[in-house]
Nanobody, 121 residues
Framework: QVQLVESGGGLVQPGGSLRLSCAASGSIFNFYAMGWYRQAPGKQRELVAT???????NYADSVKGRFTISRDNAKNTVYLQMNSLKPEDAAVYYC???????????????WGQGTLVTVSS
């Protein structure tokens, strides 16, 4: 059973940086695409960044040039480096693992519990 645990959230001033971590329970990166999502109060959960099993990355336009997603296969951990943080970046950030089952074609999706990022002076 795949489990994801996020950490690294906290309080940071505007312009500051944080690095979020998502630790997986096993070596899943060859099978799952990884993603970071965020959800602010009263808003929809939105995709921030993805890291596919093939190693390609994508970012939401709002974070391009400021956020970087990476993974460490040896540590079974995916990271989100967040620089030049803005108040509008404040949200609960969730780690996600996703794959399509080869037999049924059904989607398999695993979510972490979330970690809170607060951007305030």
């Amino acid at each position: 059973q795949v489990q994801l645990v996020e950490s690294g959230g906290g309080l940071v001033q505007p312009g500051g940086s944080l690095r979020l971590s998502c630790a997986a329970s096993g070596s899943i990166f060859n099978f799952y695409a990884m993603g970071w999502y965020r959800q602010a109060p009263g808003k929809q959960r939105e995709l921030v960044a993805t890291f596919t099993s093939g190693g390609s990355t994508n970012y939401a336009d709002s974070v391009k040039g400021r956020f970087t997603i990476s993974r460490d296969n040896a540590k079974n951990t995916v990271y989100l480096q967040m620089n030049s943080l803005k108040p509008e970046d404040a949200a609960v950030y969730y780690c996600n693992a996703n794959r399509v089952l080869p037999i049924s074609g059904r989607n398999l999706e695993v979510w972490g519990q979330g970690t809170l990022v607060t951007v305030s002076s």
